[in-house]
């Protein structure tokens, strides 16, 4: 396995909160132009542990939100270490990145209209994806509550669902994918990113219809270019490394969304 191209440390030129989510935006040096559905692993140069009694943390793997100009733009969601020091970052500091990696989503077959569903900070991948699709794709985005569902807002054509009912229909997006799929399903090819339980949702509801979806998926990963085989998950014709195979997959590779160790958050 070869490494990709190195690491290299990206200027970070804004940050933006989006509700419970923070947008990074970096300038990336290579100017790399990655395709929707991509990821980069991400660390900060400084302050990254190795604190006292701390050793330094590994890289971690984010979807790219938006990229332009060589500009690259990250939602980050602040559950843990990494995303707690990357949710810091302000101008005139500097994140090491590594990337584009993994294979990203692919045009809808058949003259099908791509329908997009998202869930929590799995709306990111989603965003750039709209970008390039046109017409622009209508999205189903899933929230909590209010205050992340202000994420909505970095996509177009969507209509909310939340937990708690705050905002847009009261309970689960993927209710709102089953009525889009008894309507117009054999139009449609489903492209879904989000926590497990929503994903399994998605790939069974599309399978039972016979409805193409493709999956960005999420496992706990280390290196982030098929080195380490921490991140393997199964598919219905063996394991996989979802860095290098994926991270988006086809539901009908996937017995279940549900078997992804360190995924979801
Ligand atoms: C391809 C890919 C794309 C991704 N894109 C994004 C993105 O765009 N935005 C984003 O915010 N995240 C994204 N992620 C997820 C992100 O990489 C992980 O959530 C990352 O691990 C967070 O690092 P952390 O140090 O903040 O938290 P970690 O310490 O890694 O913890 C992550 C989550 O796991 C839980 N956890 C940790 N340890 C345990 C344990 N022992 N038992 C049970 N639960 C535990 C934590 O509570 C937390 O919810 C992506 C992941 C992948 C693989
Ligand atoms: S993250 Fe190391 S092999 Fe996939």
């Known amino acids: 396995m070869t490494a990709p ?9 804004a940050r933006e909160t989006h509700g419970a989510y923070v947008v990074i935006r970096a300038q990336d040096p290579a100017a ?17 542990g190795g604190g006292e009694g701390e050793r ?24 843990g270490p990494g995303t707690n020091r990357l949710c810091e970052l302000g101008p005139g500091e500097e994140l090491l990145l590594v990337g584009p990696l993994g294979n990203g989503f692919t045009a809808p077959r058949d003259g099908r209209k791509p329908l997009l569903v998202g869930g929590g900070v799995g709306i990111a991948p989603l965003a750039i994806w709209q970008d390039e699709l046109e017409p622009q794709a209508p999205a189903l985005l899933g929230f909590r509550d209010a205050a992340h569902a202000a994420g909505a807002g970095l996509l177009s054509r969507a209509t909310v669902a939340t937990d708690d009912g705050s905002i847009g229909h009261h309970g689960l997006v993927t209710e709102l994918l089953e009525d889009e799929l008894d309507e ?13 339980a929503m994903l399994e949702a998605v790939r ?7 409805v193409p979806a493709q999956l960005a998926l999420e496992s706990g990963m280390a290196c982030g270019f098929g080195a ?7 598919t219905v014709d063996g394991y996989v490394r979802l ?17 992804l160790a360190g995924s979801g958050h």
Request: with cysteine.
């Open 5 to 13: 191209f190195g690491r290299r440390a990206a200027a970070v030129i």
């Open 32 to 48: 790399s132009v990655p395709r929707p559905g991509q990821f980069y692993m991400l660390a900060s140069a400084e302050r990254w």
């Open 56 to 79: 330094p943390f590994l890289p971690r793997a984010f979807s790219v939100l938006r990229a332009s100009h060589g500009e690259l733009h990250f939602l980050i969601e602040d559950v």
């Open 184 to 196: 117009r399903g054999e139009a449609l090819e489903v492209y879904a990113c989000g926590p497990p």
């Open 204 to 210: 069974a509801a599309c399978v039972r219809r016979e």
């Open 228 to 234: 380490c085989f921490g991140c393997v998950v199964p």
């Open 243 to 259: 860095c290098v195979d994926g991270p988006v997959l086809e539901a009908g590779r996937l017995g279940t969304a549900l078997a």
